[in-house]
C-alpha cells in the first residue's frame, strides 16, 4: 500500500469522527422537506384509505361477501361504500394543496431569506 493510499484512509476514517458543519443549503433543503413532508404523509395516508373504502364497496357489490355477512341487499350499500371512497379520492388533491399551501406560507420568509442569503454569496 503506497503512501497516497494510506493517506486517503486515514482521512475517510477521520472524517467520520469529524463534527459535521451543517451548510446553509442544508438547511434550506431541511426547511423545504420540512414544508412537504407533513402535505406528501397526508395525501399518502388519506389515498390509501380511500382506495381501501372504495375496494370494499366493490368487495360488497361484485362478490357474494355482502350476502355471506348477512347483509340484505349489498348492493345498495356497495355502491354507497363505493362513493364515499369515490369522494375520498377526489378531495384527497385539494386537501393535499390546502395543507401544502398553509405550510408554504408558514416558512416562506425564513425560506426565502436563507435561498436569498446562499444566492448572493
Do not use: H, W
Amino acid at each position: 500500500m503506497n503512501r497516497n493510499d494510506k493517506q486517503f484512509i486515514a482521512q475517510k476514517i477521520r472524517a467520520q469522527y469529524m463534527e459535521k458543519q451543517v451548510s446553509e443549503l442544508d438547511e434550506l433543503r431541511a426547511l423545504d422537506t420540512k414544508v412537504k413532508k407533513p402535505a406528501n404523509i397526508f395525501g399518502y395516508v388519506f389515498g390509501i384509505l380511500s382506495a381501501i373504502v372504495m375496494g370494499a364497496g366493490m368487495s360488497l357489490t361484485m362478490t357474494e361477501l355482502g350476502e355471506n355477512l348477512g347483509i340484505g341487499n349489498p348492493m345498495v350499500l356497495g355502491i354507497t361504500v363505493g362513493i364515499v371512497g369515490m369522494v375520498m379520492a377526489i378531495v384527497n388533491y385539494p386537501i393535499y394543496k390546502i395543507i401544502l399551501n398553509s405550510r408554504r406560507e408558514q416558512y416562506a420568509d425564513e425560506i426565502l431569506a436563507l435561498s436569498e442569503k446562499i444566492m448572493n454569496k
